[in-house]
């Protein structure tokens, strides 16, 4: 029997200061589970959201237990028009830019100035979409199968009447999630299944997850090793103008035995230009010992890796090589591979879409047609975002212990993030987390600065 919620009592002057459950989780699945008993719905790339309200206070919790209302001020705006007196809420939030749902965008409101996170709540509105109802009023209803909290989902949202508050829509047919995995280009994260019977189950990986396999033929333009000399990543590139080739992301999960023929392979293409494009970062004000220094190759090496998503005209995370490909000319590697995320005029749309309950009792969806519209690059909004003060190192803080902080606490930022992707790469380690704090991110820094030698 699952516990009463806190978020039930009836303080609604507090501030909450505790998210109240832990977020349940998917396990990642080759196919989608089928019928019966089954329902599915888009897998959103954005930031997973908790969002609770006591009367007056309302917070945002992120999928780690941080809050993350004070970034997204609108979102609690938007929340505070929902009638309901006490409410926990699943979702995810996403900022609509241009033509597109941009992730870079997101990120960006993770910014310690308040001013700024206000100037970019009015520019770039963020949206939350809703997929689950875990309690209302005097209801807890964790316990309740999904069918139930998804009926209360739809009552809650059919009030609103609002476009920055989203339904996410579901199905119970296997094939109509199949269609918006092709519909949306490969632009969808994937496709989430639950039981229509299934409770909510707070940090166990309960739901099944089937995630979309992007795949990208790109030239490699050159490569790092680690301290030991040997490969560590390769680097990979593509056309973007023509003519230049740019950085768009790297891959170095290798086995040990596989770096020995990675460096006989490499070797036999050195001494070309590299990147001619954008081209692996250089010193920065907080790294300033940091030379972008990596072995240029000849355009001729063409590898087929797989990655997941796509920020700023760059692979967001590490990719995996999936094969060479020495058929495929280097020329023919350009930019107009990669998948956008979904647009939100396609999400507006998707979130019209109602759930109903059938003579059966399983939930079932009226679907109205999933268009699939051409997407558009956005190679100019990382820089039209860029704040210089995100390029500073966090060691205004040296004198004391990173856990000690002022800020400690808060989100690490874009400039950290990019720099412990490039030590874990040189390094050889696995990625960093999306969700570690400023504290945890510099203590990971320093690690792998002294694992590099660079202390």
Same mark, same amino acid.
């Given at each position: 029997?699952?516990?009463?919620?806190?978020?039930?009592?009836? =303080?609604?002057?507090?501030?909450?200061?505790?998210? !109240? *459950?832990?977020?349940?989780?998917?396990?990642?699945?080759?196919?989608? !589970?089928?019928?019966?008993?089954?329902?599915?719905?888009?897998?959103?790339?954005?930031f997973r959201a908790l969002i609770e309200r006591k009367g007056e206070s309302i917070e945002i919790w992120s999928k780690s237990g941080k809050p993350l209302g004070r970034y997204f001020p609108e979102v609690v705006d938007a929340i505070s028009t929902i009638r309901n007196e006490r409410l926990l809420l699943d979702g995810e939030l996403v900022v609509p830019m241009g033509n597109h749902l941009s992730f870079?965008?997101?990120?960006?409101?993770?910014?310690?100035?308040?001013?700024?996170?206000?100037?970019?709540?009015? #520019?770039?509105?963020?949206q939350v979409i809703l997929f689950d109802c875990l309690g209302k009023d005097d209801e807890d209803m964790r316990a309740a199968p999904f069918s139930e909290r998804r009926a209360a989902l739809e009552a809650l949202h059919s009030n609103l009447g609002r476009s920055d508050v989203i339904l996410s829509p579901l199905t119970t047919i296997p094939g109509e999630a199949q269609? @918006?995995?092709? &519909?949306?280009?490969?632009?969808? =994260?994937?496709?989430?299944?639950?039981?229509?019977?299934?409770?909510?189950? !707070?940090?166990?990986? &309960?739901?099944?997850?089937?995630?979309?396999?992007?795949?990208? =033929?790109?030239? *490699?333009?050159?490569y790092r090793k680690d301290a030991k000399g040997r490969v560590a990543s390769l680097l990979l590139g593509l056309?973007?103008?023509?003519?230049?080739?740019?950085?768009?992301g790297f891959t170095s999960a290798f086995r040990a035995t596989e770096r020995v023929a990675l460096a006989t392979k490499v070797k036999a293409h #050195?001494?070309?230009?590299?990147?001619?494009?954008?081209?692996?970062?250089?010193?920065?004000? @907080?790294?300033p010992d940091k030379s972008g220094h990596y072995v240029a190759l000849k355009h001729e090496l063409v590898a087929e890796v797989v990655y997941d998503q796509v920020t700023s005209g760059r692979f967001r995370h590490g990719t995996k090589l999936l094969r060479w490909r020495p058929d495929k000319a280097p020329c023919q590697c350009t930019g107009d591979q990669l998948i956008r995320e979904?647009?939100?005029?396609?999400?507006?749309?998707?979130?019209?879409?109602?759930?109903?309950?059938?003579?059966?009792?399983?939930?079932?969806?009226?679907?109205?047609?999933?268009?699939?519209?051409?997407?558009?690059?956005?190679?100019?909004?990382?820089?039209?975002?860029?704040?210089?003060?995100? =390029?500073?190192?966090?060691?205004?803080?040296?004198?004391?212990? !990173?856990?000690?902080w002022v800020s400690g606490d808060d989100p690490m930022t874009g400039a950290q993030a990019s720099y412990l992707t490039t030590l874990c790469e040189e390094a050889g380690e696995d990625l960093p987390p999306r969700d570690l704090t400023k504290a945890e991110a510099s203590q990971r820094i320093d690690a792998l600065r002294a694992k590099l030698g660079r202390d």
């Open positions: 029997m699952i516990e009463r919620s806190t978020y039930l009592q009836r =303080d609604t002057v507090r501030p909450l200061v505790k998210p !109240p *459950v832990v977020p349940m989780e998917a396990l990642l699945v080759g196919d989608l !589970p089928q019928p019966p008993g089954w329902c599915y719905e888009p897998k959103w790339d954005g870079a965008a997101l990120q960006a409101r993770l910014h310690p100035a308040a001013s700024r996170i206000a100037r970019l709540s009015r #520019e770039t509105p963020a269609r @918006w995995l092709a &519909a949306s280009g490969g632009a969808l =994260d994937g496709v989430i299944a639950k039981q229509s019977d299934l409770p909510y189950l !707070p940090g166990q990986r &309960a739901m099944r997850k089937v995630k979309q396999r992007r795949t990208a =033929d790109c030239v *490699v333009g050159g056309y973007v103008v023509q003519g230049r080739l740019d950085l768009v #050195e001494g070309g230009p590299g990147f001619t494009g954008r081209a692996p970062g250089g010193p920065s004000r @907080w790294n979904v647009k939100p005029a396609e999400l507006i749309e998707l979130g019209r879409r109602r759930l109903t309950i059938n003579g059966s009792g399983e939930p079932s969806l009226r679907a109205s047609r999933f268009r699939n519209e051409e997407r558009t690059r956005d190679e100019h909004m990382a820089e039209e975002l860029r704040n210089p003060k995100l =390029d500073e190192h966090p060691r205004s803080n040296t004198e004391k212990d !990173p856990a000690d």
